[in-house]
């Protein structure tokens, strides 16, 4: 699964370096102990592996962000309203609008529930 983690990342134009595999490693595990505790699953479905991969994707470009190492992305906010009159700007991130970045990672963290659902086993 490194190898689809490494693919998703360079699919959005981040190259994740040599040093950071042993990370990458660490988040898959993460990913997948997160996905079987949410499911209820004893063992990971085949199904729910691309689920593995955009989690762990997500949790290393919001740790990159983190530590200032995600340049790679356009960090502006974006805006939702100008005015020329005295100069009035209204950013997007006011209306609940992060920054695009944040908005892919959250994308990625986050499966839809539905598709969770469809795995969710009740453990007693």
Known sequence: ML?????RLEGLGLSPPAEDEALLKTLLTGAKRWIL???G??????ELRAVVVDRAAGEYL???KTI???SEFDQEYAVRQMSQGDTSVTYAVEFGQGLPVDVLIESLRTPPEALLARWRRLRW
């Open 3 to 7: 190898k689809r983690v490494k693919a």
């Open 37 to 39: 505790a949410e499911t």
């Open 41 to 46: 699953q004893g063992e990971l479905p085949k």
């Open 62 to 64: 919001d740790f990159r």
């Open 68 to 70: 200032g190492r995600l």
